[in-house]
């Protein structure tokens, strides 16, 4: 019923068979208007009433040409072959569907007709629709182009027929070839623009898919092109939410007038301003703090140490880099946490870092050059650890 009637959202039917379990239930109906799915469509949802039951149809099952609704039971009887029931449709989803398939048709009959590409495959999700095309590109002036004659075509209110025709007997040239082993073949026209072989459900009209409208399209494999695309309602529902996002995201950026872009420009040159001003302070701090380390380092033999205590630990690296030019061959530094590093420009960090570990309870490790690790217990004072590196030197 669902290929004789699409626009039909309730009918009279006979429970045929029943398979239950608890509460799930497979129910075979003489007839049906819940298309289980196929082609990039969806399947329906919706639900059967009976006498004092209801089932809450989810999914679908086809076995020997038979579509059986696969669901949840509600009521205190259980369904009994031969029973008359009513068969009520979620119009609202199908009616989505329709409208994506129809302009799906359109949109890949205008790709074959302007470029002639040709779509490989058609996919209904939640939020978009996806078709496939096999080309190795697609310029946003053909995805321009392709929208806007499709809109126009379908403004003209072609109608949408669908017959069925043994394979030999299609009398007008089809979009696309018909698999192979397929005796009848069901065809779905719109107007003298599209033919091609589908077992899909489509609106009578293509003004009721109006509008249509290109997300993006994105290039999937060398020779595939993914084309995303909405419409109809879903349309208009996309189209407000991404308005919605666009509205917000001005305001984020405290400034509500368009064009959003400028906006981001703005915010992106605030920041690299900040970037630059944060890392010449930066710079600044490191070469204080290294300046102050020259002044009080101890010379010992061929050695210039320094001891630090309380050193920004994020500028670590800058730290030694910076010392290291201004001719300090050893650097010991702790921050508040307890945290601390050994670097030696004659590659005694390691010898360091054993001798501190017979001395304090520690974790760490590093090269010969540069170790850090953390104390675990008892953080020694900056006096104590110029003795650690003084027993090594001598
Ligand atoms: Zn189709």
Known sequence: MYYKE????RMKSVVEDIIISGRSIEILLEDTLLYPG???QPHDTGRILGKKWSADITLHRVSNDK???IGTLFGSVIPEPGEIVEVVLNWKRRYDFMQQHTAQHLLSATFFRLYGLETEGFQIFDDHSKIELRTESLSKEMLETVEIVTNEVAKKGLEVTTYI????????ELRKVPKEGLKFLRIVSIGNYDSVPCGGIHVRNTKEVLP???LRAYKKTSSIWRVEFVAGYRAFRVLNDILEDYWESLGALNRSTPPL???IRAFEDEI???ISEERIWKYKLVETIVKFARASAVKIGREIVAVLEDIPWELRDSLVKEASAHGITMLVGVCKEGKFLVFSSRGLAKEILQLVSKLYKIKGGGSRNLVQG???ENVPSSRDLLNVVMKVLR
């Open 6 to 9: 699409p626009y039909l959202s």
């Open 374 to 376: 953390v104390f675990l």
């Open 212 to 214: 249509i409208k290109i």
């Open 272 to 274: 690299t301003k900040r």
């Open 38 to 40: 196929g082609g990039g």
């Open 67 to 69: 579509v059986w609704h």
């Open 261 to 263: 872009i400028d906006a």
């Open 165 to 172: 025709t043994s394979r030999g007997d299609v009398q007008e």
